[in-house]
């Protein structure tokens, strides 16, 4: 097998692989329904503490549907004790918690798209 | 019908005003509200998402700029009750504070306690809260109470600047006969809190609130 051939097969099965990881890697995020969630000011604080913990990628709070969304690092994750904990330390109530397959700027791209 | 009930429970509670005085848990939050007759600010941490414990600064001037108050604060903020609703939130706040006062028509300082109850409800379209805070010493009595109302022309993301237009009254004994009347702008944005405004009297008006 000549130098072409086997880059010809290797590009391929490179690709394949790749694919393969990324879509074992898939982003996944917690959607948590928070009460009383009405001001941005005040709402800072749940995106500050969950930003700190250390599973979090990131953060995203819609104000209007009342959607607080954290998406895991590669590989983590966290317990819904653990978000509810520091939703309700951020001084609001969780009504729902939600494991989705998306990341949070798809999540994001989602509910800008419904408004 | 809960909603409603809370709302009503708030509005008759009259007491009297600003925004959460308290951030979250973890959190340090300054306020800092300024006029010619009034200069406030103070500093708090929030032991819990209930407590905060907080040193502050009052300076407060008569109608006719002849007379003088400084107040100079420990202070404890409780948030004694929060109803956490579907698309709005209210909230019962304690103060308890206790400083030393100085005034330029008396001779050294005196102790000044200074308890209070604030009372809100908001959505994310309709500001409402009512403030009352006791400032007394020996042979002085400053109690302050204010009434707020605001309402935003629209609702906004979480990461863009909210304006609301604010309406306060206030009062407060010995030092003014006039009840004050100031409307004023709000710029809410979630790393930040501001308004601006001009009162009855055609003084400006200037707070914010910071969160660390």
């Known amino acids: 097998m000549n130098h072409y051939s086997r880059l010809l097969m290797t590009v391929p099965l490179s690709l394949l692989m790749f694919g393969s990881a990324a879509s074992s890697f898939a982003a996944t995020s917690v959607k948590a329904s928070v009460n009383g969630m009405v001001c941005a000011f005040c709402a800072q604080g749940i995106e500050r503490r969950l930003s700190k913990l250390p599973a979090t990628q990131a953060v995203y709070v819609d104000l209007k549907r009342k959607v607080v969304a954290v998406e895991f690092k590669e590989g983590q994750t966290l317990d819904a004790k653990t978000i509810t904990a520091e939703i309700v330390d951020a001084g609001y109530n969780v009504t729902k918690l939600e494991t989705v397959e998306q990341s949070v700027a798809e999540i994001k791209a989602e509910m800008k798209a419904k408004k | ?212």
Do not use: C
């Open chain 2, 1 to 212: 019908m809960r909603r409603l009930a809370v709302f009503i429970t708030m509005v008759l509670s009259a007491g009297l005003a600003a925004a959460a005085p308290m951030g979250f848990k973890g959190s340090v939050m300054t306020m800092g509200d300024f006029g010619p007759n009034w200069k406030e600010s103070w500093v708090n941490y929030a032991l819990t998402a209930r407590d905060a414990i907080g040193v502050g600064g009052l300076s407060m001037r008569s109608d006719d700029g002849t007379r003088t108050r400084r107040l100079a604060e420990l202070n404890y903020t409780r948030l004694l009750k929060r109803w956490n609703l579907a698309d709005a939130q209210a909230n019962v706040w304690l103060f308890a504070g206790v400083g030393d006062i100085r005034g330029n028509d008396f001779g050294g300082s005196k102790l000044a306690l200074a308890p209070g109850v604030q009372v809100d409800y908001e959505t994310t379209r309709v500001y409402l809260a009512a403030t009352a805070r006791l400032y007394r010493a020996t042979d002085l009595n400053h109690d302050f109470a204010s009434v707020r109302a605001g309402f935003s022309f629209y609702e906004a993301d979480y990461d863009e600047i909210q304006p609301w237009i604010v309406l306060e009254a206030r009062r407060m004994r010995g030092l003014s006969d006039k009840t004050e009347i100031t409307p004023m702008l709000r710029l809410i944005h979630n790393r930040y809190f501001v308004e601006l405004g001009v009162n009855s009297t055609r003084q400006a008006r200037a707070s914010f609130m910071y969160i660390f």
